[in-house]
Nanobody
Framework: VQLQASGGGLVQPGGSLRLSCTAS????????MGWYRQDPGKARDLVAA???????NSADSVKGRFTISRDNAKNTVYLQMNNLKPEDTATYYC??????????????WGQGTQVTVSS
């Protein structure tokens, strides 16, 4: 199972970015999916998560600005980020809880995509 993330980049404060992450491989089902972010030397923190049924939760720091969604048919999770602030600068990682075709179940991580908010 692989998670491929894309959509990061450099944006000015107040701007928007949309991250995407697609799970592929020997997948039977994808359960929770989410986005985390990490600054160098710091812990990886949850940004937002979405269940297979569409229920979401997000960090207080991004409420009202970031929206997580998913397309179950494509095994893809999105993070729409609006009104970006310099403190949103970090490496963003996607995460998915996957049951494989061999009936194993575990969490997988994407490779990380850099988001930089700067004027």
């Amino acid at each position: 199972v692989q998670l491929q993330a894309s959509g990061g980049g450099l944006v000015q404060p107040g701007g928007s970015l949309r991250l995407s992450c697609t799970a592929s491989g020997s997948i039977r089902s994808v359960h929770d999916m989410g986005w985390y972010r990490q600054d160098p030397g710091k812990a990886r923190d949850l940004v937002a998560a979405v269940t297979s049924g569409g229920s979401t939760n997000s960090a207080d720091s991004v409420k009202g600005r970031f929206t997580i969604s998913r397309d179950n048919a494509k095994n893809t999770v999105y993070l729409q980020m609006n009104n970006l602030k310099p403190e949103d600068t970090a490496t963003y990682y996607c995460n998915a809880h996957v049951t494989t075709t061999w009936a194993t179940s575990q969490y997988y991580w994407g490779q990380g995509t850099q988001v930089t908010v700067s004027s």
